[in-house]
């Protein structure tokens, strides 16, 4: 079973990845120089995103080229999507509150 997308975002290197794939198309080397860790730590979590389906891979001759693959994101949006609205509530009631104080 592939693992939850909460989980797999809790891990600070995953989401740093993420980010820069959400930019654009990365090889493994950019990743590496981007990140600043280990070439085995980058493909490390690489195959982990690559597993999950949150990213794919092709291959460009001796370069790997990874690409975000945003679908799996959906679960976590739709997760979040209560929360959205709940502050967004509690923001427009902050913002009346605010309002009529500079009446």
Known sequence: ?????FDLLADPTRRRIL?????????????VDLLEISQPAVSKQ??????AGLATVRIDA???????????LLELDQ?????R??????LNDME???NS???
Not at 1 to 5: D, F, I, P, S
Not at 79 to 83: D, R, S
Not at 85 to 90: C, G, Q
């Open 19 to 31: 980010d820069a794939l959400r930019e654009r198309d990365r090889s493994v080397g950019e990743l």
């Open 46 to 51: 690489l195959r982990i995103l690559r597993d």
């Open 79 to 83: 997760w979040l999507a209560p929360y």
């Open 101 to 103: 104080m500079e009446d």
């Open 85 to 90: 609205a709940f502050w967004e509530d509690r």
């Open 96 to 98: 009346k509150t605010l």
């Open 1 to 5: 079973m592939k693992a939850q997308v």
């Open 62 to 72: 001796q370069r790997r080229i990874y690409r975000l693959t945003p679908a799996r």
